[in-house]
């Protein structure tokens, strides 16, 4: 899969971490930034990574900023996109089973790497169930329609 990566400074080492997991599962990734340190603002990058999942020019996107609220908030703004803050396992897997999440959200001041990559293996690899939850995600896409 092709996945679009994104973070502020506040997620940026965590983002390298998952960049290289990423790089090991055999994924093509396209990195947004930020690339330094220095202090941004998360729509910035939230915005551009959102774009390339509602374009489809990338499956997947993910991305990182201190508590992982602030993307979501961006994320979920941009028709097509169903971003999930997932800091513990639980969420990562359910959101992909009930909600087929497009865009992963961490929280890179909340949690450690390793459970970080763990989220994203399990993200990266849960297949969305389907069934009953198809007519609750087009009613997500009607409310996008009514705006
Ligand atoms: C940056 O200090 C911080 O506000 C940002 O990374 C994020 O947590 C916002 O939700």
Known sequence: MRIALGSDHAGLEMKKEVLSLLQEMGHEQADYGTDT??????PDFGEKVSHAVASGEAD???LICGTGIGMSIVANKIPGVRAALCN????????????????LVLGGRIIGKDL????VRTWMTTPFEGGRHCNRLKKITLIEEKR
């Open 88 to 103: 513990e396992l639980f969420s990562a897997r359910m959101s992909r089973l009930h909600n087929d999440a497009n865009v």
């Open 116 to 119: 970080a990559k763990e989220i």
């Open 37 to 42: 340190p220095q202090s941004v603002d998360y």
């Open 60 to 62: 997947r996107g993910i």
